[in-house]
């Protein structure tokens, strides 16, 4: 497949609802499996997709929370578990959707924590580096092949502008603990820019198939995400000037159209905001960067791949 270089500017904007973005397509015979579908940007999107008529695949920490979110849902879903802190449970999940036999034409990795305000740590990594970029590293490389089998599938992985408000050095390799010093946010930001360094190595690695990768941002958005936030909009407005100012419909919007665009067929290893083409931070478009976090996730995932 031949890749365009420049995605296509869309007629949607940051006030487009998830609902208007994917508003005549059809999703009938389509599976799609999002991490993260109980609760914001996974929930509305989930709830809209299958609405549309996809199979939905919905992974949340527990089958049980995944169970309640697929009830709460019009149309065809598919409860499975997936803690992504836990990579058993990850690779566990991989293999009962892999049991499915069903190709995934969009694998939408969204599940995600904010600024956790002490240091966690598991496996002796910090917790949303873990959660945020490993696990997720760990699903993709164990349903790759599912999502190659489809006609033209898809990964999809939210990333933030949070990704900007990285470490030093945007990944800082010698301290994946956080043992050494921990910022929250910075923090966050670090296991951000891995979605999208993931996203970007992966669609790479995806030449020469009918797959792609993209990465996006969802705007801000007034989700659980931001409990470990005292005031959001002050605290957001103050340190990066960003405005909490849209619903979790329109939240939801650039994700639902990178999955389902039927315009974004071959395009691959971008980044999108306000379902438009978005530019990456430098430490985002290193593909030195990119190669090296592949690698060291490789090995610090050792296992379970
Ligand atoms: N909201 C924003 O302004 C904003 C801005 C930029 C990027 N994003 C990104 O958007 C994505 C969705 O966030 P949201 O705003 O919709 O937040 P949310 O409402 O808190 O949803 C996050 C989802 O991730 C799940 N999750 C958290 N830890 C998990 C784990 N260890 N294993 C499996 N699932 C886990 C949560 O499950 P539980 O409900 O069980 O905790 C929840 O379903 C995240 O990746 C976030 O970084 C959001």
């Given amino acids: ?49 299958a609405l549309r008529g996809a199979t939905i695949i919905g992974a949340a920490r527990s089958e049980e929370k995944a169970r309640d979110a697929a009830a709460k849902t019009d149309g065809t879903v598919i409860p499975v578990a997936c ?16 049991g499915l036999g069903r190709p995934i034409d969009v694998l939408m990795c969204n599940a995600g924590i904010m600024a956790l305000p002490e240091l966690q740590q598991k496996y002796g990594l910090e917790l949303q580096f873990l959660t945020n970029h490993l696990g ?7 349903l790759l092949e599912r999502v ?6 898809r990964v999809v992985v939210v990333s933030s502008l949070g990704h900007y408000s990285t470490v030093a050095g945007g990944i800082n390799f010698d301290n994946l603990s956080g043992a050494r010093r921990y910022v929250p946010f910075t923090f966050y930001g670090q296991s951000k820019l891995a979605n999208l360094l993931m ?35 002050a605290t957001l407005a103050s340190l990066f000037s960003w405005p909490v100012s849209r619903s979790v419909e329109q939240g939801a919007a650039t994700q639902c159209y990178v ?3 039927p315009g974004l067929d071959c395009v691959s290893g971008h980044y999108f905001a306000d379902c438009n083409p978005a530019r990456m931070s430098a430490h985002g478009q290193s593909r030195e960067l990119a190669s090296r976090l592949w690698s060291v996730s490789e090995e610090l995932a050792a296992g379970y791949l």
């Fill in 1 to 49: 497949m031949s890749k365009p270089s420049r995605p296509p500017r869309s007629r949607f904007t940051r006030r487009s609802t998830a609902a208007q973005v994917t508003a005549g397509i059809d999703l009938r015979g389509k599976t799609i499996m999002i991490t993260g579908c109980n609760s914001g940007l996974g929930f509305e999107s989930m709830r809209v997709l």
């Fill in 83 to 98: 803690e992504l802190s836990d990579l058993d449970s990850v690779a566990g999940c991989a293999e009962e959707v892999s």
């Fill in 136 to 142: 997720h590293f760990v699903l993709v490389n164990r």
């Fill in 148 to 153: 190659k089998a489809a006609p033209s599938g």
């Fill in 199 to 233: 996203s970007n190595e992966l669609s790479r690695r995806l030449e020469g198939s009918n797959a792609t990768s993209n990465a996006i941002h969802p705007g801000i958005i007034m989700t659980p995400l931001m409990r470990n936030i005292g005031d959001v909009r």
């Fill in 259 to 261: 999955a389902t665009s």
